[in-house]
């Protein structure tokens, strides 16, 4: 079965027709390792799941990368700024690792809520979730300390650490990959 009608469905029921629909919609793609999804200055209207792969978001201050999230295998993602106010995108998305991706046009989801009540719901519930995972990170960045946030790392996302060099990772904890050294020890 499609990745991404499988994470559909852990958010809520999908009747026969909805699942036929998608799947006629869904777009399937391979990136190499360092290539991108998404660069700052463009535009992306699509939606994605990864089947295999490693990505990451990052933006650039000051002539440094920022990290602010990665997203591995069986999650939903997108660039949400650049979708619904139509801006250039802020973000880069790059595969860190040799990946296959599923896709859906937001305008074909569009078209598709709007058919199906049932996947509008499921809309929802993936927008609930990406608002909660956004707080999170805002209140984990202002309250916890470097340990806090690098130990609130390794219980979500423990399989990164054997994955992404730890300059992104400490990037990502907004940390030095010497201080990131020193609480690994």
Avoid at 79 to 99: A, C, G, H, M, R
Avoid at 102 to 116: C, M, Q, S, T
Avoid at 152 to 181: C, D, F, M, W
Wanted: charged share 25%; net charge neutral; hydrophobic share 35%.
């Amino acid at each position: 079965m499609n990745p991404l009608i499988q994470q559909l469905r852990r958010y809520g029921h999908l009747n026969e027709a909805a699942e036929k629909e998608i799947e006629q919609r869904i777009n399937y793609f391979s990136k190499r390792k360092g290539e991108h999804f998404l660069k700052e200055g463009q535009h992306v209207s699509s939606y994605f799941v990864l089947s295999k792969g490693l990505i990451r978001a990052y933006f650039f201050k000051n002539g440094r990368e920022l990290n602010s999230w990665f997203g591995e295998e069986n999650q939903i993602f997108g660039s949400i700024l650049p979708v619904y106010t139509e801006k250039p995108s802020f973000e880069n998305i790059q595969f860190l690792e040799d990946s296959e991706v599923y896709a859906i046009a937001v305008d074909d989801l569009n078209e598709l809520y709007r058919k199906y009540p049932e996947l509008n719901l499921i809309g929802r519930k993936i927008a609930e979730e990406v608002c909660i995972v956004l707080e999170e990170r805002i209140i984990s960045l202002h309250t916890e300390s470097a340990i806090e946030r690098y130990q609130s790392l390794i219980k979500l996302q423990p399989n990164l650490l054997n994955r992404v060099n730890l300059g992104h990772i400490a990037s990502y904890l907004g940390i030095t990959q010497e201080t990131l050294s020193r609480i690994r020890r």
